[in-house]
């Protein structure tokens, strides 16, 4: 790609629609994160946000304004129109993988010329408010990826363009000690169908192929695509798919010491089960998808 970054693109967030952010902020709470202040984007989707220390975060995201939101759809806002496609298929989930970029524009014309355009480029901007009250404008360029075979999941290159500071202080700090996004998980009868639509958003070539699917090395970061089989295999849960087609299906975060996860789950009356070297959250309303946690080794 023309982005003039050396190595594979590093994950930037996780899109994750949930029907309100209230019950989304509570089922978080109740898992351990430390989640950020409502905010509103000017299209009518509001978030609260889930920071973590490596750079990467998870977006709940709801439906703020249904009637802005409408009218940002048709006047051909991608981010909102696939939002509420996702919606109205599937309710709660992973909607979308974001990685980060220098040049939006560079992205959305190489993916244009890769036949996996989703539409026009985004320039936004939304306030960002801070534990302690102050607040921060963050603007952003937003370029759009996907394949019409996968209705249920999409990709955008994030470019900061004015970013928001960094120093997120007590954001970061979670009772569950997550650190930051290890692994996202999606599921396909056939992962190697969607093998291209990750290798051009991830720019990475590599690709580890084994019985149960393939895995994609993100700069931090890695995206396994996994048969329904494999996923229930690596994490003890089924995953609702009727069709084909890429659907996202778990989250797995880094801890230093899975001990204090567990402890932290079983304080807050949280099942979980153990599987191999993870704990594994079965998705409830407000978490959308599966979460496992897994020790930094």
């Keep these: 790609m023309s982005n003039p970054i050396s190595s594979a693109r590093a994950i ?10 209230e019950t989304a902020r509570d089922r978080l709470g109740r898992l351990g994160f430390t989640v950020a202040a409502d905010a509103r984007h000017p299209f009518g989707t509001e978030n609260a946000c889930v920071f973590f ?12 304004s249904r009637e802005d939101c409408l009218e940002a759809a048709r006047m051909g ?23 980060k970029t220098h040049d939006a524009l560079a992205d959305d014309s190489q993916y244009r010329q890769d036949g996996m355009s989703a539409g026009p480029v985004l320039d936004f901007a939304r306030q960002f408010r801070f534990p302690d009250g102050r607040t921060a404008e963050g603007s952003f360029r937003l370029a759009f990826a ?15 363009i004015n970013p928001l500071p960094t120093d997120r202080g007590p954001l970061l700090v979670h009772a569950n000690g997550a650190a930051g996004i290890r692994s996202v998980v999606l599921v396909e009868e056939n992962p190697s169908d969607f093998q291209y639509l990750l290798e051009m958003v991830l720019d990475q070539r590599d690709v ?18 996994l048969t329904p089989e494999g996923f229930r295999l690596h994490f003890g849960q089924d995953v609702a798919v009727s069709e084909r ?21 079983a304080a807050k009356g949280v099942t979980y089960q153990k599987t191999g070297a993870r704990l594994v959250v079965a998705p409830e309303e407000g978490q959308g998808v599966t979460f496992a946690f897994e020790e930094l080794k």
């Design 12 to 21: 930037d967030h996780l899109v994750l629609p949930v029907f309100e952010l």
């Design 53 to 64: 220390a490596d750079d990467t975060y998870l977006e709940p995201l709801a439906v703020g």
């Design 77 to 99: 806002n991608v981010f909102v129109a696939r939002d509420q496609a996702f919606r109205f298929r599937r309710g709660e989930g992973l909607s979308a993988i974001v990685v």
């Design 146 to 160: 996907a394949d019409l075979r996968a209705p249920d999941f999409f990709a955008f290159a994030c470019q900061r």
């Design 208 to 225: 580890t192929a084994h019985s149960f699917g393939l895995s994609i090395q993100a700069a931090h970061t890695s995206v396994d695509v």
């Design 245 to 265: 087609g890429l659907v996202g299906a778990a989250v797995v975060f880094a801890v230093d010491d899975l001990g204090v996860t567990e402890a932290c789950l």
